[in-house]
């Protein structure tokens, strides 16, 4: 059993986990990130690549932005979150180009075209630089589940280090959970390691979860193939089998059609001939991902018609996921915090798909919420280049009195005193932070406890049942 001590935990390593652990370290807080697979490489955005909402700052574009998606989502979805992502999503963006040194392609225009990532260049740059802002990480590593201290407030987690094949340990002020969706079973790219486990941690330890009836999404894919690159096919026209429009078939609006007609039994097949030749190079310069399939079946999606089918990506592409009590992603339980598709994203969805572009933004700015970055917080100052790497604490260390909280620290924070965040004692005797957890006691949930004691000695188990770790 190997045991960290840390401020912050991030679990998970895609966007929405590496862009926690980059605003929580550039904020000063001593950072351990911990991925089940190996962090640049994992998760839904690795593998293929996103479209991204990012949209300038001027009012009519915004304001068409907002409005895009709203009827298709039930009104359900609040304004004021959609400005706060698209502010967020921008500036980091921005951020990526200038200090993460991303090559986005540019348009006949000669500008930069931002509005989308290819995956495998942006994780492995966002991987360098959360190495370079001193984020320890744990690869190969799932954390298998959270730790709580007496009074209920999570305190870090355990999980395996499967290469070293040994459990460990991280005692933190504020766990971020950043695992993804639940999405495995759909066999979509990138979705092998996104097996819901932090909404059952999130519930585990009370917290409460929302718009999972939103979560049967299905992704369009060419049949027997896994890139559910759906966006694109807002330029597709569908057909029926015998070459006849599918009328009423879309991407936005109409995949219900499409679902119906292939329960009959028939094939769906699809054409991108709604795009014209500029759209046609940009969709090749932003997401040269999505034609590798086509490429190598010998397809010309923009000229010949291919069958298509549905994916069900859960809540990958549905919206629901841990509730958020809080614009720093909060979750109902004290020490805790969601982000990405592990978090729902109704606030900005609604009861529609965030694909095609708002679950990339969503990653990008509740990540760095999670973190504490307050909204429009610009790029750090400092050039990019290598930072020192803090050294790690011993462990123990911040489970210096009741609890695993934080070592106090004077680093000169540019916004926000993670002791004063993340500090139990601070948090639990103003009463907001405890009295927001709900109860979890045997009487209530039979046969379970969440008592996971983290006492002066360590986290451990003492709910029935539990064997005593
Ligand atoms: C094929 C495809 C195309 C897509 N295209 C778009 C698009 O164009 N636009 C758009 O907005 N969205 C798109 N999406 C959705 C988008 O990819 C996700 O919203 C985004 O990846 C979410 O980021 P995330 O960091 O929350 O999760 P992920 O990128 O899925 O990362 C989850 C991470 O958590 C780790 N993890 C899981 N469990 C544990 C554990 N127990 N312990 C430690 N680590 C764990 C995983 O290893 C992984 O690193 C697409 C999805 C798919 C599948």
Redesign the pocket.
Known sequence: MTEYATDVLV???????TWAALKAAEAGARVVL????Y?GT?????A?G???WYVPPEPAAREAAMASREGLGGYLADRRWMARVLDETYDRMNELATHGRYPFPTGPDGQPLRGGLQGPEYMRRMRIRIRRAGVRVLDHS??TELLTDADGIVAGAA?YRRQLRESYRVRAGAVVL????C?FLSG????N???G??ALFAAEVGAELSGMEFSNAY?IAPEGTS???T?FYSFATFYQEDGRVLEGAASQGGRSVIARELLTGARVYARLDRADESARAAMRLAQPNFFLTFDRLGIDPFTDRFAVTLLA?GT??GTGGIRITGDDCATGVAGLYA????ATREEICGGFT????????W?ISSGSWAAGAPPGTPAPSVPPGRRAVPSPAPAGRACARRGARPARRNTARPWRSYSGRYCRTTRTTSGAARSSRPPCAPSTRPGHSCARVCTAKGPTWSGPGRRRR
């Open positions: 679990v998970g390593g895609g966007p929405a986990a911990a991925d089940k697979g962090c994992s998760g839904a955005t690795a293929g996103t479209g991204v799932p954390v999980g950043a695992t993804g969706g999405a979509a790219l990138g979705t390691t996104d097996t486990d932090g992704g890139v559910t690159k966006a990506e990958v592409r982000a990405g598709d592990a965030g694909g095609g572009s708002h679950n990339a933004a990653a």
